[in-house]
């Protein structure tokens, strides 16, 4: 379980988030919710580690969080709405490289690796730097995953990639999920989220509004709607 607690965090005058609280369980699919400028992008990168609060909190598996605990850090993969890749490496190097940052066994992720290249059909040989956009986001989402982590935190994943793809993607995280492993997860692709996800946060001015599990948005939406589906009752929500 994720816990955020009291977490503040301010750029000069602008406080981006606000004493936020937020719970992600044991083998759910959360998805959070937020316009541009809502704080989405900070949060995952304080979950992170690559920027610290103000203030506040989060607790990892009852543990406070701590970026020096290579147990903890080993616990999360995560694909950045502007992921860094080492672009005069192919793809099979990349992952490699990475396994071996990790301090993977080589005979599990030579396997491994060629899972995830097989099942991304991401072309091994060429440079990163030739890849598409839907191809490096398919590189990115296959990082995340290299040693099997219980957390995935993963902002606009998806840019780029096939439907067909995407429909992969999305069974595997609910294999995922029937293993007990969860995901946080941001997209504009609302159909993807309102069909995936288990939980649903609104981030705004930098609090919590609400997190609701699917079935009490649903009520929400059922009480409101004018025959619209959920996904335009959360655009609503969103004021798009």
Known sequence: MIEIKDLHISLGSIKVLNNLNFTIGDGRIQAL?????????TLIRIISGLIHPNKGHILIDNQVLNKSDLVQKRK???VFEQPIYIEKF??????????????????????????????????EKKYIETYSKG??????????????????VIDEPFDGIDF??????????KDRRTEGKSILITSHQLDLITDICDDFALLNK????????????MAKHENHSTGQSLKKYIEIILGK
């Not at 067909?164 to 995280?173: D, R, V």
């Open 76 to 78: 999360f993969g995560y």
């Open 33 to 41: 919710l937020g316009v541009n400028g809502a704080g989405k992008s």
């Open 164 to 173: 067909l793809m995407i429909q992969k993607i999305e069974a595997l995280f």
């Open 90 to 123: 192919s793809s099979k190097e990349y992952l490699t490289f990475l396994a071996e940052m990790h301090a993977l066994p080589t005979t599990y992720y030579i396997d491994r690796i060629k899972w995830l290249l097989d099942f991304f059909e991401i072309n």
């Open 206 to 217: 930098g609090r919590i509004e609400f997190n609701l599990p699917k079935n009490e948005l």
């Open 135 to 152: 191809m490096k986001s398919k590189v990115s989402l296959a990082a995340s995953l290299l040693h099997d982590p219980k957390y995935l």
